[in-house]
């Protein structure tokens, strides 16, 4: 068998494990990262009340409206953090753009965010399925928030693991390196961008990818990376509004990575309030 013919197989192998693995993780909920965030609420609303209850009758002795200081500061919290959740599940849930104040989605994941990924561990959940249920549900609040995206100017940014590992060109320095040879997504990528008016960015961490945003001031970004890189970028460019592309990893993290081109375009064709 020609080399050729290797290389070929082992492509078509691993396109093959991509469109499992994407499909996979498409057949993923909202409810993991929604369920996980009201069970940390209400962990929260434990925790706060079993810490009151240890410095109750402390607090009376040292003056009776600190006790209930304490008692309207603890329930304004929760009760903020309560709308909050709610107003995000809904907006979820429905499509509607139930999100009030705008900054109320941050602050509420924000808090909620680690002690809902520490409790996903003490019950056994994966952790990229609370990330990857966490990424769409961030889709799904931004689809719902299109009337007040403009979408003109749009940021795409794509993991450096794309670029397949045979490849010497340097891609985060200038994306106009790639001599598109097709062995890899990014040309497709390059490609479509330049096609759509787009800003195609290839970057190699979480640093990176701030400093482009920041310097570009998109109005969206489309980011393709792994759950923990989008978990994170995501909460990192708030308020740019994210729509996030898990990639596939039919060889193992951080090698040889692909992407379900038709998802990238969705992100794109959504933010340009373009038709499918």
Not at 2 to 15: F, I, K
Request: net charge positive; proline share 3%; hydrophobic share 45%.
């Amino acid at each position: 068998m020609s080399q050729t013919s290797v290389e070929n197989n082992l492509t078509n192998s691993a396109n093959i494990k991509a469109a499992q693995a994407s499909v996979w993780r498409q057949a993923w909920t909202k409810a993991i990262f929604l369920g996980f965030c009201w069970l940390s609420l209400f962990v929260f609303l434990g925790i706060s009340f079993l810490f009151y209850y240890l410095i109750h009758l402390r607090l009376i002795e040292i003056a009776l409206w600190l006790d209930w200081f304490f008692i309207v500061f603890g329930g304004g919290i929760f009760l903020l953090l309560f709308i909050g959740l709610t107003l995000i599940t809904l907006t979820a849930l429905t499509g509607l753009d139930l999100l009030y104040p705008h900054g109320g989605k941050s602050v509420t994941i924000k808090l909620l965010f680690p002690i809902a990924a520490t409790l996903s561990q003490i019950l056994g959940v994966d952790r990229n399925k609370l990330r990857a249920s966490f990424v769409k549900v961030n889709n799904a609040l931004t689809k719902a928030q299109r009337k007040r995206i403009k979408g003109d100017k749009i940021l795409v940014l794509l993991p450096h693991c794309l670029q397949i590992d045979v490849c010497n060109r340097k891609l985060t320095n200038n994306i106009n390196n790639c001599v598109r040879c097709g062995r890899c997504p990014v040309g497709n990528l390059i490609e479509l961008g330049e096609k759509m008016g787009l800003r195609v960015e290839v970057v190699n961490g979480g640093t990176l990818a701030r400093k482009k945003a920041l310097s570009y001031k998109p109005d969206a970004i489309v980011a393709v990376a792994c759950e923990r890189d989008l978990t994170f970028g995501i909460q990192d460019v708030y308020p740019i509004p994210v729509y996030g592309v898990i990639n596939d990893r039919p060889n193992g993290p951080c090698y040889n990575t692909c992407v379900d081109m038709h998802l990238v375009e969705e992100g794109i064709r959504f933010f340009k309030k373009e038709k499918n």
